[in-house]
């Protein structure tokens, strides 16, 4: 089992940055990808960006060029660095790190973090 905790949220106007972090203890071997998803009010949580181990980051099309994820594999963190934020990034961010177990894969999730952007 992962467990995660998650900092790096708050309030930000418009053309700010955030960066989020969350550190992952626990079964941390068998990590497959770590991730960060996010859900506004009213709409479903969707995926913003994730980092295979050993792979090449991906991003969801309309954060590409302004947000960066990152992880540092000895501290078993990754990171989401957020630039050039809009109003429409508003949500609670939550990092996710999918494992491998021996009863197939396993997701973990974040407390979540809130960010608002709005001047």
């Known amino acids: 089992q992962v467990q995660l905790v998650e900092s790096g949220g708050g309030l930000v106007q418009p053309g700010g940055s955030l960066r989020l972090s969350c550190a992952a203890s626990?079964?941390?071997?068998?990590?497959?990808?770590m991730g960060w998803y996010r859900q506004a009010p009213g709409k479903q949580r969707e995926w913003v960006a994730s980092?295979?181990?050993?792979?090449?980051?991906n991003y969801k099309d309309s954060v590409k060029g302004r947000f960066t994820i990152s992880r540092d594999n000895a501290k078993n963190t990754v990171y989401l660095q957020m630039n050039s934020l809009k109003p429409e990034d508003t949500a609670v961010y939550a990092c996710?790190?999918?494992?491998?177990?021996?009863?197939?894969?396993?997701?973990?999730w974040g407390q979540g973090t809130q960010v608002t952007v709005s001047s």
């Open positions: 626990g079964s941390i071997s068998s990590i497959v990808t």
């Open positions: 980092i295979p181990t050993g792979g090449s980051a």
């Open positions: 996710n790190v999918r494992t491998i177990t021996t009863s197939g894969l396993s997701d973990s």
